[in-house]
């Protein structure tokens, strides 16, 4: 095997997008008529196997599997043309030549859509035939045809996987790896646009700054990754009580912010409240031990069309909660703004 195959062997499948077997049909349509062929077809590398990936006058079960003359157009890094496959050593024993569809004629052409062989072009015949230098030219075009649509499969592909990957990362930059929640920087972007609309709406809303207990007991005692499983658990119960309207982030360590839109002082004092208890209710179970957990909570409010800034509400919560610290922890103190 000379050293271009060796690479085709080695190349990893361009990109299949969904209509990429479509376009690469209507080249084999093209070829079948210019060559006159009964049979045209379109293989592709997939990890280091060729498979047929469109074809014309094949049968069905053809698709997705790989043909020997492909594969010699492939090792000799093509083109190849065979007059009469009955009497040439390589074929004549293959089931195509010796049974249905009975093929005696083959040509393949290399595709390398980026430089690389990474495919094959065929053409087939029933009768022994053999091609002009102008035919084989027409093959090449079509090879060459049958490359842009596989490029452009690829720059599409490319488009997307960096697209894909900016969203992940600019996701990864606003969510808590942990909780899945929002991060502050993410939170104050959040309770920014809703300032607007609150403000426009002269809507109340409001600000719950929690915190669990103890916290840094709990990771001294268990380890910093029993301590994350505690603040995961805290996080899907808070999940559980608020609205999907609602804004809950983790602002740091063992400490969340939860902002209430269309929502009053007394609620989302009443909706602390259920938060505490649902904390303290069942205990969370880390490394096969029972662990109970606490939580404390600073709440604020801005009255119906009040005047308000996000870092004002956000200050206001947290002196509520440092309200609550002081009375030992496991409470829910208020703050009006």
């Known amino acids: 095997m000379n ?23 209507m ?13 045209a077809g379109i293989s592709l590398l997939s990890k280091g196997a060729l498979r047929i990936v469109a074809a014309e006058g094949m049968p069905a079960s053809a698709l997705g599997t790989e043909l020997a003359f ?28 010796v049974g249905g569809p009975r093929l005696r004629f083959y040509a393949g052409a290399i595709l390398a859509p980026d430089g690389r062989p990474a495919g094959v072009l065929g053409v087939a015949d029933r009768e022994a035939n053999a091609l002009t230098e102008g035919d084989l030219l027409l093959l090449r075009d079509l090879a060459r045809l049958a490359e842009s649509e596989v490029r452009a499969a690829l720059l599409g592909r490319a488009r997307d996987s960096l697209a894909s990957q900016g969203e992940q990362l600019k996701r990864q930059a606003l969510f ?10 993410a939170m104050f972007e959040l309770i920014d646009r809703e300032f607007y609309r609150s403000r426009r709406e002269r809507d109340p809303v409001a600000m719950i700054v929690l915190e669990v207990d103890r916290f840094d007991a709990i990771e001294a005692q268990h380890g910093h990754a029993e301590a994350e499983a505690v603040i995961g658990e805290i996080a899907r ?7 999907r309207s609602d804004i809950v982030g983790r602002a740091h360590g063992a400490q969340f912010l939860i902002f209430l839109t269309r929502c009053n002082l007394e609620n989302a004092a009443k909706l602390a409240e259920r938060m505490r208890h649902g904390a303290r209710k069942v205990p969370i179970y880390i490394g096969g031990e029972s662990l109970p957990v606490t939580i404390t909570a600073g709440v604020s409010a801005t009255e119906t069309g009040g005047e308000w800034m996000p870092d004002q509400l956000v200050r206001s919560a947290e002196a509520a909660l440092a309200t609550a610290r002081e009375s030992g922890g496991d409470a829910v103190a208020v703050n009006r703004l």
Do not use: C, S, Y
């Open 176 to 185: 808590d790896p942990r909780t899945r929640l929002w991060n502050r920087h």
């Open 70 to 97: 492909d594969r010699e157009v492939l090792r000799l890094a093509g083109p190849l043309v065979v007059p009469d496959l009955e009497v040439d050593a390589r074929f004549a024993t293959h089931p195509w030549v």
């Open 27 to 39: 080249v084999t349509r093209i070829a079948r008529r210019l060559f006159r062929a009964p049979v």
């Open 3 to 25: 050293v271009r195959a060796q690479n085709a062997a080695d190349t990893e499948p361009p990109a299949h997008e969904e209509t990429l077997p479509e376009r690469l049909e």
């Open 237 to 243: 119960r808070v999940r559980d009580v608020v609205r």
